[in-house]
C-alpha cells in the first residue's frame, strides 16, 4: 500500500516512485520507503531516493534539477554568447578590409582617370600635336600611349606632356609615326 501512495504521489510530481539503489530486492524497496517516512514524518508524502541513497522530497529534487537545468543553460549561453561575439568581431574585421580593398581600388580607379583626363587635356592643348589621334590609357599610374602621328618628335613630344602630369609614374610610349 506505500509503495501504491508513493507511486501515485510521485506521477502527481512527474517524479520516479521511491526506489532503494539496489531495485531487485523488497528489502530495498522497504528501506527506501522507511528512509522515505523518516524524512517526512508521514506515509502520506513522496520522497526521492537517488543513485547514492540520499533521500529527499520530490519539490527538493526538482529545485535541484532546476538549479542544474539553470547552471547548464546559463553555461552554454555563456559560451554561444561568447562564439557569437568572436564570430560578428571577424566579420567586422572581414568587412573592415575588404570595404578598404574596395575603396584603395576605388580610389586609384579615380586617379588613373583623373591621370588619363589630364594627359588628354595636355596632348589637345599642345600646338604642335594632334593630341585627338593619341590614346591614353592608365593603369595604377602608368601611362600607355598608342596611336599615329607624323614624326617622332610628335611622339617624344607627346611622352614629354604625359610625364609632367602630376601623379604618373612612367610613361610606356607606344605611339606609330607614318
Given at each position: ?23 531487485t ?13 523518516k ?101 595604377g599610374?602608368?601611362v ?35
Amino acid at each position: 500500500m506505500k509503495t501504491l501512495i508513493a507511486t501515485l504521489i510521485a506521477a502527481a510530481f512527474a517524479i520516479a516512485p521511491v526506489q532503494a539503489q539496489d531495485k531487485t530486492t523488497e528489502a530495498g524497496k522497504a528501506e527506501a520507503i522507511a528512509k522515505c517516512e523518516k524524512m517526512t514524518g508521514t506515509t502520506g508524502k513522496a520522497c526521492v531516493v537517488d543513485a547514492n541513497g540520499n533521500v529527499t522530497t520530490p519539490g527538493a529534487a526538482i529545485a535541484e534539477r532546476t538549479r542544474d537545468a539553470v547552471a547548464t543553460v546559463k553555461e552554454k549561453t555563456g559560451a554561444a554568447v561568447d562564439r557569437t561575439k568572436e564570430m560578428a568581431s571577424g566579420a567586422t574585421r572581414k568587412t573592415g578590409d575588404a570595404a578598404d580593398r574596395a575603396g584603395d581600388r576605388t580610389a586609384r580607379a579615380a586617379s588613373d582617370t583623373a591621370i588619363t583626363t589630364k594627359v588628354k587635356a595636355g596632348l589637345v592643348a599642345e600646338p604642335d600635336l594632334s593630341g585627338m589621334q593619341i590614346g591614353v590609357d592608365t593603369k595604377g599610374g602608368v601611362v600607355m600611349l598608342s596611336g599615329v602621328v607624323k614624326s617622332k618628335t610628335e611622339a617624344d613630344r607627346a611622352a614629354k606632356v604625359a610625364k609632367s602630369i602630376d601623379g604618373v609614374t612612367s610613361v610606356k610610349n607606344e605611339i606609330k609615326v607614318k
